[in-house]
């Protein structure tokens, strides 16, 4: 038997939640998959997944075995690096997840220009409205947005965004400029992907709630945008996302003393091993880069 093998098809089966799932992601016939982790079992003389018709639960064996073979093929991924000359120059594939509307905006053109830089390095990019685990996942670098949970992850800052109340200048011409969040009741809002339809401003440090009116609910942020500008209502939105409907004045902000929350934006990586050149490479030519583009966006 592979151990190896074995080992690699018990993670994937275990991070995919099922048998046929894991074989889905392997892309390997159901019966390989499930005979491979059975003859692993066999070979431990322990049971290491407890099978439901629905899912798989781990044994108290199957989680320290599971601890145990992610940290073997860490090793030996890092021996491989190591082995192909990974750390004297960048090369080899560099996996990145980032926000799809923000990654698309501002992080795609500076992928492209380090790809011209580094020609040995290709690039596998994840746009992904989620928190992705980096280890579990196979990734090296994450775009995030917001606040960061307490991790072993490093992170470095890019900048910051906030979110801002905004409306067409002929809606405001029409109905009137809100001056204080209480004013919203009297205005319609779009809503955008479902939300629960009120929203929280700062009024003299206390969170204060406001309900506007509705008549247009869309799940994009293109369309909310689109909206805004065509006249339908007010809209919440990111900074990030109209930098040039509020240069163009086709939105115009309203409320901006009770929008103050400033959101940050980060380059994050794995603090596990040592730090590849393909990582370091990418986070020093992103960086700068990402911080002009964030303020050329009217990001900050």
């Known amino acids: 038997m592979d151990r190896l093998e074995a080992m690699k098809m018990l993670l994937s089966v275990v991070d995919a939640g099922s048998i046929s799932a894991g074989s889905r992601k392997l892309n390997a016939p159901l019966p390989s998959v499930s005979r491979k982790v059975a003859e692993l079992e066999r070979h431990l003389g322990a049971n290491l997944i407890v099978r439901t018709s629905r899912n798989l639960q781990l044994t108290d064996a199957g989680r320290e075995y599971v601890a145990a073979a992610r940290k073997i093929m860490a090793d030996l991924e890092e021996a491989e690096r190591r082995a192909s000359g990974e750390y004297q120059t960048p090369r080899g594939t560099l996996t990145i997840t980032m926000p799809?509307?923000?990654?698309?905006?501002?992080?795609?053109?500076?992928?492209?220009?380090?790809?011209?830089?580094?020609?040995?390095?290709?690039?596998?990019?994840?746009?992904?409205?989620?928190?992705?685990?980096l280890v579990d996942e196979q990734v090296d670098i994450a775009i995030r947005l917001g606040d960061l949970a307490d991790?072993?992850?490093?992170?470095?800052?890019?900048?910051?965004?906030?979110?801002?109340?905004?409306?067409?200048?002929?809606?405001?011409?029409?109905?009137?400029?809100?001056?204080?969040?209480?004013?919203?009741?009297?205005?319609y809002g779009i809503l955008f992907n479902k939300r629960t339809f009120f929203w929280t401003f700062d009024v003299a440090g206390n969170p204060v709630e406001a309900v506007p009116r509705t008549r247009l609910e869309v799940n994009t942020a293109a369309n909310c945008v689109a909206a805004a500008v065509g006249g339908a209502g007010i809209?919440?939105?990111?900074?990030?996302?109209?930098p040039d409907e509020l240069a163009s004045g086709a939105l115009v902000p309203v409320?901006?003393?009770?929008?103050?929350?400033?959101?940050p934006i980060h380059i994050v990586y794995s603090g596990q091993g040592q730090l590849t050149l393909k990582v370091r490479s990418f986070v020093d030519w992103a960086l700068p880069r990402l911080r002009a583009a964030c303020k050329r966006g009217g990001v900050s």
């Open 100 to 133: 799809v509307e923000f990654g698309a905006r501002y992080v795609m053109p500076i992928v492209l220009s380090y790809m011209e830089t580094y020609p040995e390095v290709s690039l596998n990019l994840l746009s992904l409205d989620r928190t992705v685990h």
């Open 151 to 187: 991790s072993s992850l490093y992170a470095v800052r890019a900048g910051e965004f906030r979110l801002l109340t905004c409306a067409s200048p002929a809606y405001l011409q029409r109905r009137g400029v809100p001056e204080h969040p209480s004013d919203l009741a009297d205005h």
């Open 235 to 242: 809209a919440r939105l990111f900074d990030y996302q109209v």
């Open 255 to 263: 409320l901006e003393a009770f929008d103050q929350v400033s959101l």
